[in-house]
Every structure is written in structure tokens, then in C-alpha cells.
């Protein structure tokens, strides 16, 4: 089973420098010059581990008949302040709308994602502390 | 120095799956169904690979007074066949455009991006193998 793609610079004028990824039908631009519009490689990277965590307990929550109304994920990443400036610690607070969406339900999809579905989660190194939280409200 | 920003459920329908993620100024949006347009979680984590290693490639050189006029990295990814389906191999094929760019000064950028620089490849497993190739190309 096999991704690919191509990556394309696009501009890299004064401090600007833009990448269009081709990797799906919809091209990505990411930026890593400094006042960036566009995502940078390393930012886009924790948006990543978020989505595919909330998309394995959003699937997992469906089959159990669980009904979310809305899902979000606050994000949070420190990042070392030397070279390679990798990230250090990552938060994810995952707030959870349905109607009577049960904790324990949520816990135990998050559990499966983390322990053995998320294929990004997976990709990283294991010393890299992940803190994922619940919210759940109702509506 | 830290990084943050918030993913949101979009649309939940039948096999659809698609989160948005507002990390920097434009958002990105992801899709975890079938029939993607939008890119998976996982296909961008090999795109933000690539884009960081990249990035401080064209950055170095830039600094070397090597003229850059295209640059484009192939990517391809070989996933795991069972959960998590996590990258077990990746390959990045760098195809640097422009006038008398040195091969030397590219693989030294390279080594310096994968051995000290790039921030999401320090975040990746040290044993998931990343190869790096280079095509040099005038024009």
C-alpha cells in the first residue's frame, strides 16, 4: 500500500518560500517564510496528528451508534528552542457536541486511535509525549 | 516557542470525513473518506516531510550563492498492510532546476537539513528509513 506525490516549489522570493504539494486532487501550499499566510511544514505536521486521531474516534464513535453533532480538536505544540527544532510536547484537547455522547465511549475511541489505529501517531518517535484531553457537551 | 491553532469537523457524511485545520492565516482542509480530493492525515504528514527537508535544501543553498530555478521532490511512501498503517519506507527524489548548481553543495544541504535542521524529520521514528536521491538538472 503506497502514497505518493510531488512536491513543487512555487516561489522563493526575498524571505518567501512557498511548496505546492500534489498528493490528493487538491493541491496544498505550505510557507516557510516568516509572516506566513500558509501553513509551514512543521505547523501543518501537528494538524496531522490531530486529524487523523479525530478521524479514527469520529469512526469509531459512528458504529457504536454514538451521535456527535460537532468535533473539534485544539492544538498545541512546543518546539525545542535549539536546532532541530522538533517538537518537544503536544496537547490535543479533543471537545466532543452530541447528544448524550457517553466519556467513556470517547476514552475508549481515543485509547484504540492512540494504541493501534493512527497511522501519523505511529510514524513518530515514541519519546514525543502526546497529552490528549476530552470535552464533552451537549447540543 | 510554541505552535497552535484549532481543527474542525466540517462534514460527516456517509463515507465523508473532512476536518479543517486553522493553523496559520488560510486553512487546510483534510479528508479522510474514500474518495478523497482533499488530502488524508496521512498523505500530508509525507508532503510535510518532504516540504521541511526542502525548505532548508533551498535555504542553504540560497546561502551559497547556488542559483535555484526549479525545485521539485517526488515522494513516495510505502505503508504498513496492518493497523496501525503506519510509513514502514520512504523515498524523496530532490530534482534541483538551475545554473551550474554543484551536486556537492546540494548532498551537503541535504545531510545538514536531515542531520540538524529539519524539524519534522526529528519528530519521525529513527527507524522508519527516509532515502534521499538527487537529480541535478540545468536550466
Not at 486511535?113 to 476530552?134: A, F, Q
Request: charged share 30%; glycine share 8%.
Amino acid at each position: 500500500m503506497s502514497v505518493s506525490g510531488t512536491l513543487r516549489l512555487l516561489t522563493a522570493e526575498g524571505d518567501g518560500l512557498r511548496f505546492e504539494a500534489r498528493i490528493a486532487e487538491r493541491p496544498i501550499v505550505m510557507d516557510g517564510g516568516r509572516e506566513n499566510a500558509d501553513a509551514s511544514p512543521v505547523q501543518l505536521l501537528l494538524a496531522t496528528i490531530a486529524a487523523c486521531e479525530a478521524m479514527d474516534v469520529i469512526s469509531i464513535l459512528r458504529k457504536q451508534r454514538q451521535v456527535v453533532t460537532a468535533y473539534e480538536v485544539r492544538m498545541s505544540g512546543e518546539r525545542a528552542k535549539e536546532h532541530p527544532r522538533r517538537y518537544v510536547a503536544i496537547e490535543l484537547v479533543h471537545r466532543v457536541t452530541g447528544r448524550g455522547v457517553e466519556r467513556g465511549a470517547v476514552e475508549e475511541a481515543l485509547r484504540l486511535s492512540v494504541e493501534k489505529y493512527c497511522s501519523v501517531h505511529h510514524c513518530l518517535r515514541p519519546d514525543l509525549p502526546i497529552t490528549n484531553r476530552i470535552e464533552i457537551l451537549e447540543g
